[in-house]
C-alpha cells in the first residue's frame, strides 16, 4: 500500500483464450490498455502491466476516503494458440517478478466464462499453472472472474441462479479458492457504479487474506 492517502492493489488475469481476460482487465483499470478483440487465435502474445489513474469513491480506512489505484498485469493465454504451456509459464513467471517483486501481488484473477462448462481437463490445467506460479498458497490468493454474464441473464437467471446449475467442476473451484468469485458482463462497457461494485468486492477478498501479498524472486530456481 502505497502511503496513508492512497491505496494501490495489484493483480493478474489469467485463462485460456477468448475467455474475455484483457477485456476484463481493461473493465478494472477503466481503460483500454489491453487489445481485445473476437479472433480464432490467440490475441495476446506478451505480459503488460496496466495502471488506472487515481480512483475516489470506492474504499475508506478509518473513517477517510483513500485513492485507490489498480494495477492489472495481462498475460497470454494458457493454453496459447500459438507459444507452448512452457514458454507461457515462463513468460508469467518472469513479469510477476520483474512488475510485483516487491511490491507484491495481491491477488490472481482466473479468467472463466460463465455461458461455457468448465470441464475436468480444463480445471486440472488452470489449477496446476497457478500452482506453478503461486506456489502452496495459491488458494488463499486466487479469486474467479466469470465473464460474460450477460449470457446468463439472457437465459432468465440471475449470477446467484446461474451457479445452480453449474458443473460440479466448477462448483468444486469456487469452494476451493474459498468461494471468491465475480460475475461480470462484458458485452458493454463497464459503467462506473458497476466497476466501483467489482472493485469492492475485489478489496474485501483482499481484505479476508488480511491485506498480504505474494513476493517473486527474479532468478530462477
Same mark, same amino acid.
Given at each position: 500500500?502505497?502511503?496513508? +492517502?492512497?491505496?494501490?492493489?495489484?493483480?493478474?488475469?489469467?485463462?485460456?483464450?477468448?475467455?474475455?481476460?484483457?477485456?476484463?482487465?481493461?473493465?478494472?483499470?477503466?481503460?483500454?490498455? &489491453?487489445?481485445?478483440?473476437?479472433?480464432?487465435?490467440?490475441?495476446?502474445?506478451?505480459?503488460?502491466?496496466?495502471?488506472?489513474?487515481?480512483?475516489?469513491?470506492?474504499?475508506?480506512?478509518n473513517g477517510c476516503e483513500l485513492a485507490l489505484r489498480v494495477q492489472v498485469l495481462d498475460t497470454p493465454s494458457y493454453p496459447h494458440?500459438?507459444?507452448?504451456?512452457?514458454?507461457?509459464?515462463?513468460?508469467?513467471?518472469?513479469?510477476?517478478?520483474?512488475?510485483?517483486?516487491?511490491?507484491?501481488?495481491?491477488?490472481?484473477?482466473?479468467?472463466?466464462?460463465?455461458?461455457?462448462?468448465?470441464?475436468?481437463?480444463?480445471?486440472?490445467?488452470?489449477?496446476?499453472?497457478?500452482?506453478?506460479?503461486?506456489?502452496?498458497?495459491?488458494?488463499? &490468493?486466487?479469486?474467479?472472474?466469470?465473464?460474460?454474464?450477460?449470457?446468463?441473464?439472457?437465459?432468465?437467471?440471475?449470477?446467484?441462479?446461474?451457479?445452480?446449475?453449474?458443473?460440479?467442476?466448477?462448483?468444486?473451484?469456487?469452494?476451493?479458492?474459498?468461494?471468491?468469485?465475480? &460475475?461480470?458482463?462484458?458485452?458493454?462497457?463497464?459503467?462506473?457504479?458497476?466497476?466501483?461494485?467489482?472493485?469492492?468486492?475485489?478489496? +474485501?477478498?483482499?481484505?479476508?487474506?488480511?491485506?498480504?501479498?505474494?513476493?517473486?524472486?527474479?532468478?530462477?530456481?
Amino acid at each position: 500500500m502505497a502511503d496513508t +492517502n492512497e491505496m494501490t492493489i495489484n493483480l493478474v488475469v489469467l485463462g485460456k483464450t477468448q475467455t474475455g481476460k484483457s477485456a476484463a482487465g481493461n473493465s478494472l483499470l477503466g481503460s483500454s490498455d &489491453f487489445e481485445s478483440r473476437g479472433s480464432p487465435s490467440s490475441v495476446t502474445t506478451c505480459c503488460s502491466l496496466g495502471r488506472s489513474c487515481r480512483i475516489l469513491g470506492v474504499v475508506r480506512r478509518n473513517g477517510c476516503e483513500l485513492a485507490l489505484r489498480v494495477q492489472v498485469l495481462d498475460t497470454p493465454s494458457y493454453p496459447h494458440s500459438g507459444l507452448s504451456k512452457e514458454q507461457v509459464r515462463d513468460m508469467v513467471r518472469s513479469a510477476l517478478a520483474h512488475h510485483f517483486g516487491e511490491e507484491g501481488l495481491h491477488l490472481a484473477l482466473l479468467v472463466l466464462r460463465a455461458d461455457v462448462p468448465l470441464c475436468p481437463d480444463e480445471s486440472d490445467d488452470a489449477v496446476q499453472f497457478i500452482q506453478e506460479l503461486l506456489g502452496p498458497t495459491w488458494k488463499d &490468493f486466487t479469486a474467479v472472474l466469470l465473464t460474460h454474464a450477460d449470457k446468463a441473464e439472457a437465459a432468465g437467471c440471475s449470477g446467484e441462479e446461474y451457479l445452480h446449475s453449474a458443473s460440479s467442476t466448477l462448483l468444486s473451484l469456487l469452494s476451493s479458492v474459498q468461494h471468491k468469485y465475480i &460475475f461480470l458482463d462484458n458485452q458493454k462497457g463497464i459503467i462506473k457504479e458497476d466497476r466501483t461494485i467489482v472493485l469492492r468486492k475485489l478489496l +474485501n477478498f483482499i481484505r479476508q487474506n488480511n491485506y498480504q501479498v505474494l513476493l517473486f524472486k527474479h532468478s530462477k530456481e
